[in-house]
């Protein structure tokens, strides 16, 4: 796995990226301003897997729409390879839709259901005169194949077909394209245990195949630990820690991060344990707190947390942190570090976390075919 961006370069790069909603004046009163993405600046490389993750509602899938420009935003700049994309015309995007493509994540909403699946899969094929005729509908019985799918499927509707079948329609027509870039907004929360392995599977399988950079939004720990390179970890519209994928799990530098980890849940009721987790419930994203937007539920925060907003720092080895106190915590020093933190007790949860996952793997590889 890689650790940073890497010799090949960029592919995609967001730069002081901020989104937000509402704020419009009305007669007798003025909408609130949802601030959902504040200031985001990141990079991802050709080839890799970069993971975006986060509580619901901390705007990683606002993010990703924006990545993509599916979204305008409100300021910042998006480059693909190299080229910003956030002033092309409505033509000029076009034709790079081709290689920039999402899977959306749900699978039951995403697909039109007045379509046979042939269709919506050949739809891109046509739009972007990458077959004619006979050729359309041999290249979609070749990617139903490539998705696990059999080639006469291609007559019937999205109702016919499960969750996870739908979802793999749904990387179908991402690959119908012959993209270079492709985000996963959720790509396996919608599906059943059962099947989700297969999926992930699949996405690593197709990465490997067509040389793909893939962007995964997920929540899903365990997801993030199988497939991904790097992890931007986004808190109420920022991103507060910027990892390689082993080094975030082994030792978190953000509190939130480590309130993440600790929140894992483990299979195995000997090993339940009181942690300390973050109080209260997020802020509003209409009125985020002052300084670090964490402090009002971080163990740690001190009065300069609600002073001063901490920036994304450099700290090593492809990592970055926003937290005025994480070198005091890592040491254990003043603010003090949580106890299981550093400890054996949290390499055992997610030891022990991560055999689960591998037995739910395994079992729904060899318990569940094609569906």
């Excluded at 419009?24 to 993750?53: C, K």
């Excluded at 705007?59 to 002033?87: C, D, N, W």
């Excluded at 690959?175 to 989700?196: H, M, R």
Aim: one cysteine or more; hydrophobic letters at 40%; glycine letters at 8%.
């Amino acid at each position: 796995m890689s650790g940073s961006c890497g010799d090949a370069g960029p592919i995609l790069e967001g730069s002081h990226l901020v989104k937000r909603f509402g704020g419009r004046r009305g007669l007798l009163q003025t909408e609130p301003t949802v601030h959902a993405v504040s200031d985001v600046s990141l990079a991802v490389a050709a080839g890799e897997t970069f993971a975006i993750v986060g509580e619901s509602g901390c705007g990683k899938s606002t993010l990703a729409r924006l990545l993509l420009r599916l979204i305008e935003p409100t300021e910042g700049q998006v480059f693909y390879r190299g080229r910003e994309i956030t002033s092309l015309s409505a033509g000029e995007m076009r034709a790079l839709r081709r290689e920039m493509q999402i899977v959306f994540q749900d699978p039951f909403a995403s697909l039109n259901p007045r379509m046979t699946i042939g269709a919506i899969i050949a739809e891109p094929i046509r739009l972007h005169g990458l077959a004619r005729g006979r050729a359309v509908d041999e290249r979609v019985a070749d990617l139903l194949r490539v998705v696990g799918l059999r080639p006469e499927y291609a007559d019937r509707y999205p109702h016919e077909f499960s969750g996870g079948q739908r979802q793999r329609i749904g990387i179908a027509r991402a690959l119908a394209g012959e993209p270079k870039l492709i985000i996963g907004d959720e790509p396996v929360s919608a599906l059943d245990v059962s099947v989700q392995a297969q999926v992930i599977n699949l996405l690593e399988d197709l990465k490997d195949r067509f040389g793909l950079t893939l962007v995964i939004v997920a929540h899903d720990l365990a997801v993030i630990r199988h497939m991904s390179d790097r992890v931007a970890v986004m808190y109420l519209g920022e991103v507060v820690e910027l990892s390689p994928v082993d080094p975030l799990f082994e030792t978190p530098l953000h509190p939130y991060t480590q309130a993440l980890l600790q929140a894992i849940p483990v299979p195995v009721p000997q090993s339940r344990e009181e942690h300390d987790l973050p109080r209260g419930d997020i802020p509003s994203p209409t009125a985020p707190p002052p300084g670090c937007r964490f402090h009002t539920r971080c163990p740690h925060a001190q009065a300069r947390c609600g002073e001063q907003h901490p920036p994304l720092e450099a700290v090593g080895d492809g990592r970055s942190v926003a937290c005025h106190f994480w070198r005091e915590i890592q040491a254990g020093g003043n603010p003090p570090a949580p106890a299981p933190h550093g400890s054996a007790k949290l390499a055992q949860r997610l030891e022990l976390y991560r055999a689960h996952q591998a037995r739910r793997e395994e079992e729904a590889i060899t318990t569940a075919t094609v569906e």
